[in-house]
């Protein structure tokens, strides 16, 4: 079974920084991309950033660029989004999600999500 | 970036047919894909480009489209279907995501 667990989040001042990781299993990690997706307190989704299953490839949403790092443990079956100089608009559920192999981003796999809250 | 429109609610009744639209601000080909989040939980895709039903997904579901409009279709809907639907766009960089639309059962 595909499971992706989040951790990490919590309550943290505004121009603080902040980990997250998503543990991976059930699958083949390093075969797969994988994305963040937010989604701020009653509000929609909002892709953060993508990494390709070696890395080679990273993109971010102009929201977080310059402030968020996504990176990737193929040995530990784990990715990470680095986030710092933290806003109150940062606050929000951050999902990972998989990407579907061979088709550019579908994500067939979320996990339950971290919250994430920016606030003084 | 490409802006994704959806209407936000409808309400139907169980057993009826429902279209949930997404108009692209741009074309998208075929890279339309639409996700279903009950509340409390994660979202789950349940149609990947445009028109192909992802794994475990019922055959109530189906897609279509093209270009710029497409459709999502529940027939017949259940009252388990009660959810926000979202459609999202990757042809496009930024990836994209609609504004959702809340399915209300009668």
């Known amino acids: 079974e595909v499971q992706l667990v989040e951790s990490g989040g919590g309550l943290v001042q505004p121009g603080r920084s902040l980990k997250l990781s998503c543990l991976a299993s059930?699958?083949?990690?390093?075969?797969?991309?994988m994305n963040w997706i937010r989604q701020a307190p009653g509000k929609g989704l909002e892709w953060v950033a993508s990494i390709s299953s070696r890395s080679s490839y990273i993109y971010y949403a102009d929201t977080v660029k310059g402030r968020f790092t996504i990176s990737r443990d193929n040995a530990k079956n784990t990715l990470y989004l680095q986030m710092t100089s933290l806003r109150s608009e940062d606050t929000a559920l951050y999902y990972c999600a998989r990407e579907y192999y061979g088709y550019k981003g579908v994500m067939d796999a979320w996990g339950q999500g971290a919250s994430v809250t920016v606030s003084s | 970036d490409t802006v994704l429109t959806q209407s936000p609610a409808l309400a139907v009744s169980p057993g009826e047919r429902v279209s949930i639209s997404c108009r692209a601000s741009?074309?998208?080909?075929?890279?339309m894909h639409w996700y279903q989040q009950k509340p409390g939980q994660q979202p789950k895709l349940l149609i990947y480009?445009?028109?192909n039903l992802a794994s475990g997904v019922p055959a109530r579901f189906s897609g279509s489209g093209s270009g710029t409009d497409f459709t999502l279709t529940i027939d017949p809907v259940e009252a388990d279907d009660t959810a926000t639907y979202f459609c999202?766009?990757?042809?496009?960089?930024?990836?994209?995501f609609g504004g959702g639309t809340k399915l209300e059962l009668k």
């Open positions: 480009k445009a028109s």
């Open positions: 999202q766009q990757s042809w496009n960089d930024p990836r994209t």
């Open positions: 059930g699958f083949t990690f390093s075969n797969y991309g």
């Open positions: 741009e074309g998208v080909n075929s890279y």
